[in-house]
């Protein structure tokens, strides 16, 4: 049974995977502090809870926090006597490499996005994700990730007007009714909703140029349904997209090294 893990700046997610499916899935806020231990006495609890009967023997794991890799590959080799695959390391291969400036270092959150969007619907993509930064991951036709754009993500520009402007409250991101607000509130949420729409709309229109063919946009990340329901940004949307990866590169990895 493989533990699929992914952590981000934020949160860090878990699931179990049987090979076919999902068997369930949870989050924690991601803690640089937390202990092998920690996690486990946490994994365990939740397993039984579901009525979970499972013998994790194998652990992948992608982190944009690498503070945290060490004691999830003390939880992996502790508790499930196993050596974890970590995305982005050398002995963690991709399907196909991806092609960028020689000597930069790729976020393993975007190679594993590639590798899913392609899994998923083919090359030629544009995968937005809206995390803590919001990411556009652009995948060539034969799946490799060439390249993107970071922007700031939509909670932290909500929390950096907060925080730089005296006056303006903390408030959460919504569909707005209309694009001119009436009160602060509305202007704010206005602001940052349309924000987004605008700045998805723009980048991904620039990509295709750029790129010179026809390209899907692809969803993923919390926030993405709710920009979907305001404008049409997206050709599919995929919430598990991340967590798919992990499954597509463990599995190429076990193909390509049998045991």
């Not at 502790?78 to 995305?87: G, H, I, N, Q, S």
């Not at 196909?96 to 790729?106: C, E, K, L």
């Amino acid at each position: 049974m493989l533990l699929a893990i992914d952590c981000g700046n934020t949160n860090t997610v878990f699931s179990i995977w049987d090979g076919t499916r999902f068997l369930a899935t949870w989050r924690a806020s991601t803690d640089q502090s937390r202990t092998a231990d920690q996690y486990y006495v946490w994994l365990s609890a939740l397993i039984a809870a579901e009525g979970l009967d499972v013998a994790i023997d194998e652990v992948i794991l992608s982190s944009t926090v690498p503070r945290v890799v060490f004691n999830l590959r003390v939880l992996a080799n502790r508790y499930f006597d196993c050596r974890p695959l970590v995305v982005g390391k050398p002995e963690c291969l991709l399907p196909i490499a991806p092609r960028v400036d020689p000597g930069t270092q790729v976020g393993p959150d975007r190679l594993v996005n590639s590798a899913a969007g392609f899994d998923l619907f083919g090359g030629d993509l544009v995968v937005v994700d809206f995390g803590t930064a919001t990411t556009f991951d652009v995948v060539d036709r034969d799946g490799a990730y060439v390249g993107g754009v970071i922007a700031p993500g939509v909670n932290l520009s909500l929390e950096a007007l907060h925080l730089a402007a005296a006056a303006l409250p903390h408030v959460d991101i919504t569909t707005p009714d209309h694009v001119i607000g009436r009160n602060t509130v509305d202007c704010m949420q206005s602001g940052v909703f349309w924000g987004y729409v605008g700045l998805v709309k723009e980048i991904t229109s620039r990509i295709r140029v750029e790129f010179g063919r026809p390209m899907k946009v692809i969803g993923t990340g919390g926030l993405a349904p709710l920009f979907q329901q305001g404008a049409v940004l997206f050709d599919a949307f995929e919430e598990g997209l991340t967590m798919h990866g992990l499954t597509v590169i463990h599995k190429y990895n076990k193909e390509a090294n049998p045991s």
